[in-house]
């Protein structure tokens, strides 16, 4: 169990470098692919985008990433749920607006028909305290 365990661990790696790559290379149609229909994308700012809303702002240009550095400190796998905890750091472009971000983030997969898919994803801001 271990074993398979540490597999899906492997392969939701390199899932989620894939996705972080196809959004900083606006490649929509890779990132696309990765998701779930279903997909719930929040933001840190708290406003929250399905699949639809948030690849059209990744195709117009509303969203726009020019450097996104991000870290997975943890993956757990429950059943066919991937639970990935991740630091995120990244320069883009939000409705013309340069910004960086700094965010402790949740990005959940669910594995279907033994196939994983980017189904949520929960940013948070990280704070000085």
Same mark, same amino acid.
């Given at each position: 169990? #271990? ?6 661990? @492997? ?8 996705? =972080?790559?196809? +959004?900083?290379?606006?490649? +929509?149609? *890779?990132?696309?692919?990765?998701? %779930? ?5 929040? %933001?840190?700012?708290?406003n929250t985008d399905?699949?639809?809303? =948030? ?9 726009? =990433? %020019?450097? $996104?550095? %991000? &870290?997975? &400190?943890?993956? *757990?796998? $429950?059943?066919?749920t991937a639970l990935? +905890?991740?630091?995120?750091? @990244? ?18 997969? +669910? ?9 949520? =994803?929960? #940013? *948070? ?5």
């Open positions: 169990m #271990a074993n398979s365990s540490s597999n899906a661990k @492997a392969v939701v790696q390199r899932l989620e470098d894939q996705r =972080y790559s196809a +959004v900083l290379a606006g490649d +929509v149609d *890779t990132f696309e692919g990765l998701c %779930h229909p279903e997909l719930v994308y929040t %933001h840190s700012g708290g399905s699949l639809k809303a =948030y690849t059209d702002k990744l195709r117009t240009g509303a969203v726009r =990433y %020019h450097r $996104i550095d %991000h &870290e997975s &400190e943890k993956i *757990t796998i $429950i059943g066919n990935v +905890v991740v630091r995120m750091n @990244a320069d883009l472009t939000v409705n013309g607006t340069p910004t960086t971000m700094k965010n402790s983030a949740l990005a959940v997969w +669910v594995n279907e028909e033994g196939s994983w898919k980017f189904v949520a =994803y929960q #940013a *948070t801001p990280q704070l000085q305290v």
